[in-house]
C-alpha cells in the first residue's frame, strides 16, 4: 500500500492541483479582453450623444490612436488582444509556479 492510499479519502481529494496551459490561458484572456472593448467602443458610437464616451475614451492615454470611432475601436481591440495575452500568459505562469509548489507539499 503506497502513501496515498493510506491517507484518508477527503485528504486525497484536496490535494489535486489544476495546472494551467499558460499561453492558451493568455490568449483567451487577450481575446475577451479585445472583444470587451470593441463592442464597449462600438456600442457607445451606436448610441451617439453629446459627449461621446468621455471616461472610455481615456483609454486613449494608455492606447495611441485609440478614439471613440470605428477605427478606434479596431486599434483599442489590437491593444487589448496583446496586453491581455501578455497579462494572461504572465498570470498562468506565476499561477503555476505556486501551484506546483503547492502540489510538492512542504519540502
Known amino acids: 500500500m503506497n502513501d496515498t492510499e ?3 479519502v477527503t485528504h486525497r481529494l484536496f490535494t489535486g492541483v489544476l495546472i494551467l496551459d499558460a499561453k492558451v490561458f493568455g490568449l483567451a484572456l487577450g ?3 479585445a472583444l ?5 467602443t462600438n456600442w ?3 448610441k451617439g450623444g453629446e459627449p461621446v464616451g468621455p471616461h472610455l475614451a ?3 492615454q494608455y492606447f495611441p490612436g485609440y478614439r471613440i470611432s470605428l477605427v478606434g475601436s479596431l486599434i483599442g481591440a ?6 491581455g495575452t501578455i497579462l494572461g500568459v504572465a498570470t498562468g505562469w506565476i499561477y503555476n509556479r505556486i501551484a506546483g509548489r503547492l502540489d510538492r507539499g512542504p519540502e
Open 78 to 83: 489590437g491593444y487589448a488582444l496583446v496586453l
Open 58 to 60: 481615456l483609454l486613449g
Open 44 to 46: 457607445l458610437v451606436i
Open 6 to 8: 493510506s491517507r484518508p
Open 36 to 40: 470587451l472593448v470593441f463592442v464597449a
Open 31 to 33: 481575446i475577451l479582453a
